[in-house]
């Protein structure tokens, strides 16, 4: 049974942000990654992914429009590797690609009162999935009902006005894996083609637009169906997840899986999101984590989205 607090806010400092500016930062972007944004309106927000010439995911991101460009949302121990790696793209573009994650503060709202603790910022709250609105003091995005993102100024913060915190980080990353919604780590990088991780049923792939890395790859698991792995979210009642592989009993002697993301819960025990063997999840086969004797998987429900 989930356990959801009525209304929290938290502090986010597992994601980085990175600030993608210049006359040609849209169509960078948009020949980069798995996401249309040419056509992303400044009162959106995106989903996406970028890949490697294999199709692999090195990151995820949330694109959000700004004044002079795009922000990036992404994990925390990505945005410098990944700030260096996307710039060697740029050659001669117009384009400048910073580490902007010491410049803004991430606030998650969830809850009864979300929109309402969301307006103590200067922020009006988004009324559509993946809309934006922007104040004086930063940017709200809507990622579900009733659960946004603010994304505001460091020196604003300082000024105490993300001070209304009032949970941990742990318990927007449960919210996020409830939500379906997979974010590749550095542990996780180049592992998993968007489908694998749900991608193109969040709207994070376009296959109408042109090339990006990668992109024949993604194509081909899309209308080939080669996919082998899929997404599932689960409990486990280990009170860690120490371990990212995952076994299945009809596999055995060999890992099947691999954990996207963990949170713990308020009940105890972890939920986590991870990329199994579709032959393991049509023959009902016992998932376990970390070992062949190690704790069982319980599957839970995802989203219709996801």
């Known amino acids: 049974m989930d356990t959801r607090v009525s209304h929290s806010a938290a502090e986010l400092p597992q994601y980085g942000m990175l600030s993608c500016t210049g006359d040609e930062a849209r169509a960078f ?62 050659l001669r573009a117009k384009v400048k690609l910073a580490d902007a994650s010491s410049d803004w503060a991430q606030i998650g709202f969830w809850g009864a009162s979300a929109a309402e603790r969301l307006g103590a910022l200067g922020l009006h709250a988004p009324v559509a999935d993946l809309a934006v609105t922007r104040g004086a003091n930063g940017i709200a995005v809507r990622l579900g009902a009733q659960r946004y993102l603010a994304v505001v100024r460091a020196a604003r913060r300082e000024a105490g006005l993300a001070a209304q915190a009032d949970a941990a980080a742990g318990n927007w990353a449960l919210e996020e894996i409830r939500a379906g919604q997979p974010m590749v780590v550095l542990a996780t990088q180049d592992l998993f083609v968007p489908q694998m991780v749900n991608l193109e049923r969040l709207g994070a792939v376009d296959f109408k637009k042109g090339c990006y890395p990668g992109q024949e790859i993604v194509a081909r698991t899309q209308y080939r169906g080669v996919l082998k792995r899929r997404m599932v979210r689960a409990r486990v009642s280990a009170a860690a997840v120490p371990a990212l592989d995952v076994f299945a009993e009809d596999a055995p002697g060999q890992a099947s899986g691999t954990v996207v993301n963990a949170a713990p819960t308020p009940e105890g025990g972890h939920e986590l999101l991870a990329v199994v063997q579709i032959s393991s999840l049509e023959a009902a086969s016992v998932l376990r984590l970390g070992a062949p004797d190690g704790p069982r998987l319980e599957l839970l429900p995802l989203p219709s989205a996801a």
């Open 29 to 90: 972007l948009h020949a980069q990654l798995t996401s249309d944004i040419v056509s992303l309106g400044a009162d959106g927000a995106r989903r996406a992914g970028w890949c490697s010439a294999k199709g692999r995911l090195l990151a995820t991101f949330l694109v959000i429009p700004q004044d002079d460009g795009f922000l990036l949302q992404l994990s925390r121990d990505l945005a410098q590797p990944v700030a260096k790696r996307l710039a060697m793209f740029i």
